[in-house]
């Protein structure tokens, strides 16, 4: 069973770019976080999705970022117009479902975007 | 406000001896605990979880937890350290009343030789 899946791995943009980041969950999860880690900082949440709904998306940003769970495919973070504070490594996880937030989640391996 | 705090952002051991790494989260009605561990550039990983059972609870690699309801702390120990536990270790809080996810800033454990 292949872990949460994510890419690109490594990412790079320029100041107002767009930057679009993929999650492939484990199979047959249905729900989706994501998680931003800033240097030397810690874990934030920023949003909760399950397939065509965001649960909670109370860590998000207010401009510029965006994020979907569609029926078919992976789940997508969007950042448009990309600044330096961007720069991070954005993690995302996935678990089953139960409808509990206390679900064991699983982490993919990140992806990091450096904005230059 | 709900909260969890870990006390240390740094700790630094020898091989062979104890880790402690300690975690507190403000008090609420059942929240779910949980210990992930980072090493780096790697994805986080579970260790072990809290979610009303046992109050002391055994994950992988040898660490374990007890859950301190008295003292709302989830102090993650292992007797003996390893070269390999060398990560970043986040103390995570799910209060499923109001669906929310708060993780600590880390602690980042050094083993030395």
């Known amino acids: 069973n292949a872990g949460v899946m994510q890419n690109p791995r490594h990412l790079v943009r320029r100041r107002g770019q767009e930057a679009r980041l993929r999650c492939s969950p484990m199979k047959g999860h249905s729900h989706v976080y994501w998680y931003r880690q800033l240097p030397e900082e810690g874990l934030k949440f920023m949003v909760y999705?399950?397939?065509?709904?965001?649960?909670?998306e109370s860590g998000m940003p207010k401009e510029r970022f965006s994020a979907e769970f569609p029926k078919e495919g992976p789940s997508i973070l969007r950042i448009q117009q990309v600044v330096r504070g961007d720069s991070a490594a954005y993690f995302c996880a996935s678990s089953p479902g139960s409808g509990r937030a206390a679900d064991t989640q699983y982490f993919g391996p990140g992806t990091r975007l450096t904005v230059l | 406000a709900q909260s969890v705090t870990q006390l240390d952002s740094h700790v630094s051991v020898s091989e062979g001896t104890p880790v402690l790494l300690r975690c507190n989260y403000s008090s609420s009605y059942s929240p779910s605990l949980f210990w992930y561990v980072q090493h780096p550039n790697k994805g986080l990983q579970l260790l072990l979880k809290y979610t009303s059972a046992a109050t002391l609870v055994k994950g992988i690699n040898g660490f374990e937890a007890e859950f301190k309801k008295s003292e709302t702390s989830f102090h993650l120990t292992k007797p003996s350290a390893h070269m390999s536990d060398a990560a970043e270790y986040f103390c995570?809080?799910?209060?499923?009343?109001?669906?929310?996810?708060?993780f600590g800033s880390g602690t980042r454990l050094s083993i030395r030789p």
């Open positions: 999705l399950q397939k065509e709904n965001i649960i909670d």
């Open positions: 995570v809080v799910v209060y499923s009343s109001a669906s929310k996810i708060i």
